[in-house]
T-cell receptor, first 118, second 111 residues
Framework: DAGITQSPRHKVTETGTPVTLRCHQTENHRYMYWYRQDPGHGLRLIHYSYGVKDTDKGEVSDGYSVSRSKTEDFLLTLESATSSQTSVYFC?????????????????FGAGTRLSVL | DAKTTQPNSMESNEEEPVHLPCNHSTISGTDYIHWYRQLPSQGPEYVIHGLTSNVNNRMASLAIAEDRKSSTLILHRATLRDAAVYYCILKSVPNTDKLIFGTGTRLQVFP
């Protein structure tokens, strides 16, 4: 497995509470991603990062924020969790460079975090 | 982004070959075809990718139609461990490293 650790692996929380999920990598890959997966859907991109302090929104970013202060860590924060954010969250990494080869780039995924918001 | 169409589910017996189809009729000339799979309770994993020519690796083969409007992932001898959801994804140059997942094909493998 690629050196990707997601924590926690499982979390149950209450509506309105803040939640932070952590993705830690040991591969020194530049690009990192957060996805969510819900029944009936494939994975959907929440936010991504192309480097330290370089982040951008994906297709389902509302209600989520991210931070990347170090290459190895990418944090996903739910400022005020809602029941609609109950999901399985996956982190992914990729080497990312050079840009001309991005379409060939392979992403490696973590094992996921199962989040339940009651 | 160009879209892909895959059957919702397929079945196979163990040790038989499996051909997983993917249609991508709006593919552009610079789109790469990627396949990922997701085993139960795991994150997706990369399987194979190609542009125009057929590709082989230790996991599978990828056959790409001459007009590139379709492709087929071939598992030469299915095992129980190959039971997974298989995703066919197009990636564009130079736009993105992003993966846009559809709902994929759920492959069942029977002993």
């Amino acid at each position: 497995d690629a050196g990707i650790t997601q924590s926690p692996r499982h979390k149950v929380t209450e509506t309105g509470t803040p939640v932070t999920l952590r993705c830690h990598q040991t591969e020194n890959h530049r690009y990192m991603y957060w996805y969510r997966q819900d029944p009936g859907h494939g994975l959907r991109l929440i936010h991504y990062s192309y480097g330290v302090k370089d982040t951008d929104k994906g297709e389902v970013s509302d209600g989520y924020s991210v931070s990347r202060s170090k290459t190895e860590d990418f944090l996903l924060t739910l400022e005020s969790a809602t029941s609609s954010q109950t999901s399985v969250y996956f982190c992914a990494i990729s080497e990312g460079e050079p840009r001309a080869r991005l379409a060939k780039n392979i992403q490696y995924f973590g094992a996921g975090t199962r989040l339940s918001v009651l | 982004d160009a879209k892909t169409t895959q059957p919702n589910s397929m079945e196979s017996n163990e040790e038989e070959p499996v051909h997983l189809p993917c249609n991508h009729s709006t593919i552009s000339g610079t789109d790469y075809i990627h396949w990922y799979r997701q085993l139960p309770s795991q994150g997706p994993e990369y399987v194979i990718h190609g542009l125009t020519s057929n590709v082989n690796n230790r996991m599978a083969s990828l056959a790409i139609a001459e007009d590139r409007k379709s492709s087929t992932l071939i598992l030469h001898r299915a095992t129980l461990r190959d039971a997974a959801v298989y995703y066919c994804i197009l990636k564009s140059v130079p736009n993105t490293d992003k993966l846009i997942f559809g709902t994929g094909t759920r492959l069942q493998v029977f002993p």
